[in-house]
Nanobody
Framework: QVQLVESGGGLVQAEGSLRVSCVAS????????VGWFLQAPGKVREFVAA????????NYANSAKGRFSISSDNAKNTVYLQMNNLKPEDTAVYYC????????????????????WGQGTQVTVSP
């Protein structure tokens, strides 16, 4: 089992920045992939970014490229999502998720690939 706890969400103005964190515990390992997803009210959960646990390989949704950056700190068992130049349409609950995978993060863009999920953290971007 893997436990995930997100933090760092909040209210920010448009064009501002925010960093959300995901602390993992349990059976997290070097073969784990951690992904970030967002879910806006009334909409399906969408892929944002994913990273392998060692931090050597990442993958991003087109909407996140150039604005968001995913990274990992193995010493802290934490994966971060740095979000810059935020837009009101980025407003959503952000979830981190984990899966044991041997493929690259690009192969884990669907929420159905992930068996372990955190509780989510709300990010609100005001105009």
């Amino acid at each position: 089992q893997v436990q995930l706890v997100e933090s760092g969400g909040g209210l920010v103005q448009a064009e501002g920045s925010l960093r959300v964190s995901c602390v993992a515990s349990g059976l997290i390992s070097s073969t784990s992939i951690v992904g970030w997803f967002l879910q806006a009210p009334g909409k399906v959960r969408e892929f944002v970014a994913a990273i392998n646990w060692s931090g050597t390989n990442t993958n991003y949704a087109n909407s996140a490229k150039g604005r968001f950056s995913i990274s990992s700190d193995n010493a802290k068992n934490t994966v971060y999502l740095q979000m810059n130049n935020l837009k009101p349409e980025d407003t959503a609950v952000y979830y981190c998720a984990a899966v044991k995978g041997i493929l690259r993060p690009a192969n884990y863009r669907s929420p159905h690939e992930y068996p372990y999920w955190g509780q989510g953290t709300q990010v609100t971007v005001s105009p």
